[in-house]
């Protein structure tokens, strides 16, 4: 056990290392990562989490008028400098949920222009260099990421990043904490790009915290078509790139009573180029079927009742394959884009009207016959 607790305390999720003696760690162990029975930031928590409100009020700031207390509370969990809402970049780190307060706040446009996706999709977390998954560092060229590791965030200097000052406030008592924490939840706008580490997060939130959550940006690079049949299961990517863990993620997220505005950003990775003998350019990469009926859309259906959605396709080309391959996305995604801001924006109310509408028709129909 000794070289057991050192390798995951090192690595846990490098499930494909060898012992330093040279053996490989046996199956029963690997598929106990990859199930994530072991070395999982859910494990981490400590439930059952008691999130009923105290009774009691024993601090001097308590006995402000309520009206007082929510003015501090703002002006601590909030940023007074710009209208915008803070972007909180949530990071897996050793296996525990941390995150990295963006000082580039974005938001998302009400109107948007039409196949012009906003420039916080875009940025694939360049604004906070430390932040990005590893598998997103397609090109092995920014400096302080680890290719060894199979952690999702593995930049060296990403402890030295991590953001834990205005939350101290909630750790003072359970009564602000319960006052206080749904203004930090709903003035925030959350990015993510590795759907463990939110749904991790999300997991350790009491429900008046989970209700509060109203942004939500998703920067994700996929490794294969989700939903589409190429689930690997002995790959080394199996615990973060998976069907199950696709449609895990979208359950999650369509829980989310209060979201109000979600981003979606697909990071294709590299396309190039290769002249055939015809003349025509042979065009690699990876390639996602864009349309409302592709089996990796239909769990993102299941969202209901937002005010703003956004679309983005992030790519990098030569200049041929960018010639070949912008015009067939800019199309596909814009037409994508159109129709999940319509079928997105149902309020919930009207979802649970359209059953009780069938229910009654089938009841009508059962005794007219």
Not at 136 to 151: A, F, K, M, Q
Request: glycine residues 6%; contains cysteine.
């Amino acid at each position: 056990m000794r070289h057991f607790d050192t390798w995951v305390l090192r690595d846990p999720y490098s499930i494909w290392h060898y012992y330093p003696t040279g053996h490989r760690w046996r199956d029963t162990v690997r598929d106990l990562i990859q199930s994530r029975t072991i070395c999982s930031p859910e494990n981490n928590l400590k439930p059952p989490i008691d999130w009923s409100p105290p009774q009691s009020q024993q601090s001097p700031l308590l006995r402000l008028p309520a009206e007082i207390r929510q003015i501090i509370w703002s002006y601590v969990f909030t940023n007074s400098s710009t209208p915008n809402a803070q972007t909180i970049h949530l990071v897996q780190l050793k296996g525990k949920i941390r995150h990295v307060r963006c000082p580039n706040p974005v938001h998302i446009s009400l109107n948007p222009k039409p196949n012009h996706p906003n420039p916080s999709l875009t940025q694939n977390r360049h604004c906070c260099p430390t932040t990005p998954a590893r598998w997103r560092i397609y090109d092995g060229r920014v400096p302080g990421h680890s290719d060894r590791l199979l952690y999702p965030h593995t930049h060296s200097n990403l402890p030295l990043t991590l953001s834990n000052s205005n939350t101290a406030l909630l750790r003072v008592c359970r009564s602000i904490y319960f006052e206080a924490e749904t203004i930090l939840y709903r003035a925030s706008q959350f990015d993510v790009d590795d759907l463990y580490t939110f749904i991790a997060f999300v997991t350790s939130l009491s429900p008046t915290a989970r209700a509060a959550i109203s942004r939500l940006t998703v920067q994700w690079m996929p490794i294969w078509v989700p939903m589409a049949g190429l689930d690997h299961k002995g790959s080394i990517y199996a615990h973060t790139h998976s069907d199950e863990l696709w449609v895990r993620f979208w359950e999650v997220v369509a829980s989310l009573e209060g979201l109000r505005v979600l981003g979606l950003s697909l990071d294709l990775g590299r396309f190039t180029s290769v002249v055939g003998s015809t003349g025509e350019a042979v065009v690699s990469g990876q390639r996602i079927p864009f349309g409302i009926e592709e089996g990796w859309v239909k769990p993102i259906l299941r969202v209901r009742g937002l005010k703003e959605f956004d679309l983005a396709v992030t790519a990098r080309c030569d200049l041929l394959a960018k010639g070949v391959v912008e015009g067939e996305l800019v199309r596909d995604v814009g037409l994508l884009r159109e129709q999940l801001r319509g079928m997105l924006s149902v309020p919930r109310e009207r979802k649970r009207e359209v059953k009780g509408m069938k229910k009654r028709k089938i009841i009508l129909a059962i005794t007219a016959a």
